[in-house]
């Protein structure tokens, strides 16, 4: 199905189940190359849902993708961005990538902000293409992440 006929919207406590499995699936193909499962798959959606910004990539009744935004001072942390894997290879992360740019200039913020294990290397490509810039990598809550910046200077 086209990305053109697809809606993002924010999620809700209704749309849990389906989160979590979206996650564990997309999530899945990591778990050879690290150490414990990646951070993404162990989150609390529902309360993630009731206290952050949780919007989902919908097709129909299906939901494509997921993306988890919270504003912090003069920046947008994307926390996490994930697409069903039957969905990859169709521009959605790319989609949900510019939402959430939109969403930072909506709040008047400076930056985007995001981390990704340093095994994910395809993360790291993909954002690498989309203008952000690594600034630090650190072993953080035990996982090793790099850091990375977008500024939205403009």
Avoid at 20 to 44: C, F, G, Q
Avoid at 72 to 78: P, V
Avoid at 129 to 150: A, M, N, P, Q, S
Wanted: proline share 3%; no cysteine; hydrophobic share 45%.
């Amino acid at each position: 199905m086209a990305s053109a006929e697809m809606t993002i919207r924010p999620a809700t406590q209704e749309d849990v189940a389906q989160i979590a499995r979206l996650v564990n699936v997309a999530y899945a193909k990591y778990l050879d190359r690290i150490e414990k499962p990646p951070a993404p798959m162990l989150a609390n959606y529902a309360a993630l849902i009731a206290h952050s910004e949780v919007y989902v990539l919908e097709s129909g009744a299906e939901i494509a993708g997921l993306l988890v935004i919270e504003a912090r001072d003069q920046t947008l942390f994307i926390e996490n961005v994930a697409i069903d894997p039957t969905f990859q290879g169709q521009g959605l992360g790319r989609r949900l990538m510019t939402f959430a740019e939109e969403r930072a200039h909506e709040y008047g913020l400076r930056e985007l902000r995001l981390y990704t294990n340093e095994v994910m290397v395809e993360n790291l490509a993909f954002y690498r293409r989309l203008g952000f810039e690594e600034i630090e990598r650190r072993v953080d809550d035990g996982y090793h992440r790099v850091f990375l910046r977008k500024s939205l200077a403009g």
